[in-house]
């Protein structure tokens, strides 16, 4: 008689999702015993499975986690062992695998091939025999969390020793994903000689990790994939971006996993997926609401289906749809989002009658919970978003909304109540904030505050020790701090209106250093091309304003890379840092420049004037740039001196700078050139941290068509959507 074997998993606590209900009920209604290990309460186990502390395996407060991905993944890489090693007999699964049919093997080696060509073991399905040799080799692996995984490649090999050599070692939770996962496993399955007890690809993975989306599409085709040996089969929690992202934290209509759900009564809007390490979804955004009831729900203009169909689950409370257009009009018949929207929700549970259209003023009701999501403080203006709260949002109420800097939106909320930051993203070179919004218990209409003018702002700034100075279209501002002078150029323009602290560029990050600052800003696009900032340049130079400072440094990007590159002769041998600079704007030198024609008519002549040729006095010039953006690229190529050191990042475009901080390494690059640190070495190594950003893969991806190099684009477009995904190239890739 076949041998049905009990299997065993964990969850360190907090709620399940629907997908992790699914499957731990899919093992109870198969039949087969499961136990649920956890070290916290758990509200929703599905009833028929067995609860255990797992404590009983490991008694440990260090829920060791791979730190680059947020995840607990390396923790359960760690528990999976060691509860097989205590419970013989028993298989290891992972909260992402559904009992497709009950596990009934004879032998205690339970484990699969992941992937075709019968090389790398995956371990969500991991059973192995209580005293075997390979699990004894893998317990002693585990014990040192510093040691060089003997299966990386060689060159990551090479580079953890040298760390630990210089006493620094590469801490696991610091290593590649699977470091005590599916690497290890294969490595010692691999060592030991046991290929031949692995099940085939189809027993447990035949949705490889690369098809994983197959579960997201219609039931009918995916079911031709498996086979009579399947038996667990893993759904692959990856697949929670795709869902939270662009399904509302449920399964699509018709797909296999909802062909699923309802095989074993299983109801998502109670349990959505709310988020993927540290990306909160917008069905989770209810979890961050300090509410213990909402009676109603509201979302302004349509954007947060995912949010509404959560709260449903979560209070019952009714749902208002507020049909508002972009200027603050209310349409008079309804806008095209109102049907597809009221249609997600019924289709999910939520009764007809509890979702209520608003598309006029006078039917506003006060909610518990708004939402104003990619609406009106991003990317429209705030004003129309007043008559909305002053009718639709109760005294003590929630708004979760995304504010754009610069938006006004801040100002408007804070007299009605209190902000709370919840996340931030970057969308086209602007920051935008998603925050919590606690309405006051008495909610009072929008009062204009009279807001300080930059003269007050930068006196204030500037104390007794340091010095503001106006004249016309420009201004200075020098605070005093240490040795260290950064000498940065700006636009006004841009400080006051589009940054919520109203202060230059650099300046918060100058700052943190305690260095001292001189400040140049222009009331707009100027190009700083004027005598009076001439003629104070030439006064801090005579005057011997720069002799005190160890190190100065002129600092800017784009118009402000120019000022610091043209104006680096007041004080020569002091160094430079420009992104994406100009040279000069004069049409005789440049003729190739077709941007900035508000400046052209300017003078550019003069000892402040050519950049390329002025800032050869300076000490080394550091300019950062794209190759691939020719105007840029015809600037940087001016900049000729034996002085100048040209750093190169291509494909992130003119605003590189931006793209830099999306990607974390804008501030250490900064801070090392600024420091007269940075190498060409290290900059290049932080660059690689490129090949995860999404812009610079669509600019990749998109060179390699251009090219006439279809292949290159597809293989390029199956590695990115194998590592996290692109949006804009998993829908090329569609097209291809």
Not at 365 to 379: I, M
Not at 442 to 456: D, K, T
Not at 486 to 495: E, G, H, P, R, S
Not at 677 to 699: D, I, M, N, V, W
Request: aromatic fraction near 10%; include cysteine.
């Amino acid at each position: 008689m076949a041998r049905i074997r009990e299997v065993g998993t964990v969850w360190i606590g907090g709620s399940l999702s629907w997908m992790e209900q699914l499957c731990l009920k899919s093992f109870v209604d198969q039949g087969q015993k499961i136990t649920l290990f956890s070290y916290a309460d758990i509200p929703n186990v599905p009833e028929g499975v067995i609860c255990r502390d797992g404590r009983d395996i490991l008694d440990t407060d260090d829920f060791i986690k791979y730190e680059k991905k947020d995840s607990f993944a390396l923790f359960a890489d760690y528990f999976r062992i060691h509860m097989i090693a205590q419970n013989p007999g028993m298989i290891w699964v992972d909260t992402d695998v559904y009992c497709h049919r009950p596990m009934a093997y004879d032998s205690d080696y339970v484990l699969g091939f992941e992937l075709p060509g019968e090389h790398r073991v995956n371990n969500a399905v991991l059973g192995l025999p209580a005293d075997c040799a390979m699990l004894a080799d893998m317990l002693d692996f585990m014990q040192d969390r510093h040691a060089v995984p003997p299966f990386l490649k060689q060159s990551l090999q090479e580079e953890y020793r040298a760390a630990a050599a210089a006493g620094a070692p590469v801490h696991v939770s610091q290593q590649p994903w699977g470091v005590w996962g599916p690497l290890m496993v294969t490595h010692f399955a691999h060592k030991h000689q046991i290929l031949d007890k692995v099940q085939p690809l189809d027993a447990f993975y035949p949705i490889t990790f690369p098809d994983r989306l197959k579960f997201l599409r219609p039931a009918g085709k995916l079911e031709k994939l498996l086979s009579p040996r399947t038996t667990a089969l893993h759904l692959w929690a990856s697949n929670k971006r795709e869902l939270g992202r662009r399904h509302g934290g449920v399964p699509p209509e018709g797909s296999y996993l909802a062909a699923l759900l309802a095989r074993h009564d299983i109801q998502p809007e109670t349990a959505p997926i709310t988020g993927r390490g540290r990306h909160v979804f917008d069905a989770g955004l209810v979890g961050l609401v300090p509410l213990d009831a909402v009676g109603r729900f509201a979302d302004i203009g349509g954007t947060a289906q995912a949010t509404a169909l959560a709260a449903w689950g979560k209070w019952g409370c009714a749902i208002d749809l507020i049909d508002i257009d972009p200027k603050g009009g209310w349409p008079e018949t309804p806008s095209d989002w109102v049907a597809p929207y009221r249609q997600f929700l019924t289709d999910n549970g939520v009764p007809f009658d509890r979702i209520r259209v608003v598309a006029k003023p006078e039917d506003l009701v006060p909610a518990q919970l708004v939402t104003n999501l990619s609406g009106f403080g991003d990317v429209h203006k705030i004003g129309p978003l007043d008559v909305v709260l002053n009718r639709g949002l109760a005294p003590s109420g929630c708004l979760i909304t995304d504010i754009r800097k610069g938006s006004g939106a801040y100002p408007f909320l804070r007299p009605r109540g209190t902000v709370a930051q919840l996340s931030s993203r970057n969308e086209g070179g602007k920051d935008i904030h998603r925050v919590l919004f606690t309405a006051s218990d008495v909610i009072v209409p929008m009062v204009a505050q009279a807001e300080e003018s930059w003269a007050e702002i930068a006196a204030g700034l500037a104390g007794k020790d340091g010095f503001y100075r106006e004249g016309g279209e420009h201004a200075m501002l020098f605070i005093k701090r240490s040795d260290t002078l950064v000498v940065t150029f700006d636009n006004l323009d841009i400080a006051m209106e589009k940054r919520d602290d109203k202060r230059p560029w650099g300046f918060a990050f100058i700052e943190k250093q305690g260095w001292s600052m001189l400040g140049v800003t222009a009331a707009g696009w100027t190009w700083f091309r004027d005598p009076w900032v001439y003629a104070q340049f030439d006064d801090l130079k005579e005057n011997g304003f720069f002799k005190p400072f160890k190190r100065v440094v002129f600092y800017g990007a784009s118009m402000g890379a120019y000022g610091a590159c043209a104006f680096a002769p007041a004080c020569p041998g002091a160094d430079v840092v420009a992104i994406s600079p100009q040279s000069t704007l004069d049409k005789t030198l440049v003729p190739f420049e077709t941007r900035y024609k508000t400046a052209w008519g300017r003078d550019f002549s003069g000892p402040y004037g050519d950049a390329a040729h002025v800032s050869a006095t300076a000490g080394r010039v550091t300019l950062i740039y794209d190759p691939y953006e020719p105007l840029d690229a015809g600037h940087v190529n001016r900049f000729t001196a034996a002085n100048v050191v040209k750093l190169r990042a291509p494909l992130l475009g003119h605003r590189l700078g931006s793209s830099l901080q999306q990607m974390g390494i804008l501030s250490p690059i900064v801070l090392a050139a600024l420091n007269g640190t940075l190498s060409e070495a290290e900059f290049y190594q932080k660059l690689r941290a490129r090949k995860g950003f999404a812009r610079y893969q669509k600019e990749l991806f998109k060179r390699a068509l251009d090219k006439g190099h279809p292949e290159l684009a597809r293989r390029m477009g199956r590695w990115v959507l194998t590592h996290g995904g692109n949006r804009h190239i998993r829908k090329a890739m569609e097209k291809m």
